[in-house]
């Protein structure tokens, strides 16, 4: 029998969050100010706030505000591709036809910029300690490909990968590293910062994230002539002269400053999200410690994650039959055992909101051509184990064993109870 809303739980009567918005006032204090002097723009004093206090947090020289974290990737693989293989002519991207290694197991937005260049992902497999990208498939990956030239690499959920091995590698085959820190703004490394690790990286202030501007992202970056390139760019590329001068392609990306005065009053609040989100991460691991269930892994020795969402992974042999199509998904109930689908919809019933990992690039169908390496090389090679549809990598065992629980900082510890108290029901 299929999980059933137990009479004894009353559904939430405001629905938790997965992860919304957090605010504090002070960012209506510095919208306020942008309308009361009339810098309804995209230049003011909350743009150049933010990016000094972005600086400073996170030990970049150059962090330019951008209307999206998608914007900053875009702008961050051009920067890249341009260094690469110089400018292109108007409609070609800069890195066309170009392989480009990525994160396999993320957001599409971690990827889709490569497209927007003309660029091809080649997606690397994910590894079991941090669920980030693989060193070990990157190198393959390397081996198999040695002209590919740029990486963007992202960390989930908030949690560092292997960044030591992974920039080794990269360094080796002389490979630009684009870092996608839009999940782990505040997350560290032994003590430094993600969002430093590349040479152009970026971050997000969007709606879901650890801090928000409503919207809004950042490329940061050392080099002042990248920076002085981004600033260009996104304000349509106007050359210094008297008229409209365009000797390059322009992008209307630039932040808002009105969006700004939300990020600025929302930076004092970082580190607090940021210990409410780990408290939230110990309470599940705790309360679900006698489940056959796994918290979302990391590093302990070399890094803090920020702890953006807490997830579980359900041990093997505890799974019961889930079978997910293009679009939708069945389950057969099995005493003992459950399914992230069977978990989502318990979660769902008493107005929680909680999400299936994301589904690894190589299995979307916008995809399917491209190519995904795992430690073993080819991960599309046609083995028996892949003939009989079995998760022959680890990015595809994970989400089909994995989920995101809700992960909102205003849950409180009472509702977090009811949600590892249904869990529990699920494994009856
Ligand atoms: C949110 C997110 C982005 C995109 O940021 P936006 O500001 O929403 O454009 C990119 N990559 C990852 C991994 C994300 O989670």
């Not at 607090?272 to 780990?278: F, L, M």
């Not at 989502?344 to 916008?366: C, D, T, Y």
């Amino acid at each position: 029998m299929a999980y059933n809303k137990a009479d004894d739980i009353k559904a939430f009567d405001r629905k938790v969050w997965l992860s919304s918005p957090t605010m504090h006032g002070e960012e209506i204090a510095y919208v306020k100010e942008a309308y009361d002097t009339n810098w309804m723009s995209t230049v003011g004093a909350n743009i150049n706030e933010v990016e000094r206090i972005t600086c400073e947090k996170i030990g970049c020289k150059y962090a330019v505000a951008l209307s999206a974290g998608t914007a900053a990737l875009h702008l961050a693989i051009k920067l890249a591709g341009q260094e690469l293989y110089g400018q292109p002519l108007p409609g070609h991207g800069t890195i066309e036809g170009k392989r480009v290694f990525a994160t396999d197991m993320t957001f599409d937005a971690t990827v889709n910029p490569i497209c927007y260049e003309g660029g091809v992902p080649v997606f690397i497999d994910t590894e079991k300690d941090t669920w980030n990208m693989d060193p070990v498939a990157l190198e393959k990956a390397f081996e198999l490909y040695p002209e590919v030239k740029l990486v963007v690499m992202a960390h989930l959920y908030g949690t560092p990968g292997k960044l030591d091995e992974l920039k080794a590698i990269c360094d080796k085959h002389g490979a630009i590293i684009v870092e996608d820190a839009a999940e782990s703004l505040g997350a560290t490394y032994k003590g430094v910062q993600t969002g430093t690790f590349g040479k152009y990286n970026c971050i997000s202030f969007n709606g879901n994230k650890i801090i928000t501007g409503s919207a809004g992202g950042m490329l940061l970056t050392d080099s002042e002539d990248a920076a002085n390139k981004t600033r260009k760019w996104s304000t349509q590329a106007r050359e210094a002269a008297p008229w409209y001068q365009h000797e390059e392609l322009g992008y209307n990306y630039r932040m808002s400053n009105v969006i700004a005065g939300v990020v600025r009053g929302q930076y004092p609040h970082l580190e607090e999200h940021i210990a409410q989100k780990r408290a939230i991460y110990e309470r599940y691991k705790e309360g679900l410690k006698d489940l056959p269930v796994k918290m979302n892994p990391y590093d302990a020795d070399n890094s803090e994650p920020n702890f953006w969402l807490s997830c579980l992974i359900i041990d093997k042999d505890a799974m019961c039959k889930q079978v997910r199509g293009e679009r939708d998904v069945c389950y057969i109930k099995e005493a003992g055992k459950s399914c992230p689908t069977e978990i989502l919809e318990a979660i769902a019933s008493v107005n929680a909101e909680g999400r299936p990992i994301w589904k690894p690039m190589h299995m979307q169908p916008i995809y399917r051509m491209n190519g995904f390496i795992t430690r073993n090389g080819n991960g599309r090679a046609m083995t028996n184990a892949y003939i009989a549809g079995e998760a022959v990598d680890v990015g595809e065992d994970i989400f089909e064993r994995g989920l995101c629980l809700p992960s909102d900082n205003k849950m409180t510890a009472e509702q977090q109870d009811v949600i590892i108290d249904i869990i529990h029901r699920c494994f009856a």
